[in-house]
């Protein structure tokens, strides 16, 4: 039987900001946008490629907006994924070299923290 991770829920403040940040200067793919009840939203977007997707709301049983740290996206050239963000206007840490990988490291507009991890020795 396969266990497959494919959503998980990133407390934000605002819905409707953090899909544009998301969508508009990430680039996840919007793929689900339902507004259930006037107190229930319920927003899933996909980072391209990936088979796990982000959950975005208003009226679910959440943590803190901007509590969720260390989220990581693997791409196959930190450098080009990188300048592709700086160029949507992203704040972007510099490269970060280590033993396990490169990587930089961004924020949303709540705090919630990413990183973006090339892994040198697959």
Not at 77 to 95: F, K
């Amino acid at each position: 039987m396969d266990w497959k991770l494919e959503l998980v829920s990133v407390p934000v403040s605002d819905v409707d900001r953090a899909k544009a940040f998301y969508t508009e200067q990430i680039g996840f793919v919007a793929d689900h946008d339902h507004q259930v009840t006037d107190e229930l939203r319920f927003v899933q977007l996909t980072p391209p490629g990936s088979a796990c997707s982000i959950a975005l709301g208003s009226g679910m049983d959440q943590a803190e907006p901007g509590s969720v740290r260390g989220l990581q996206i693997v791409v196959p050239d930190v450098d080009a994924a990188r300048a592709e963000l700086t160029g949507r206007g992203v704040e972007v840490s510099e490269v970060q070299e280590f033993p396990w990988g490169r990587f930089v490291f961004f924020s949303d507009p709540d705090g919630n923290s990413w990183a973006l991890q090339q892994i040198t020795n697959r």
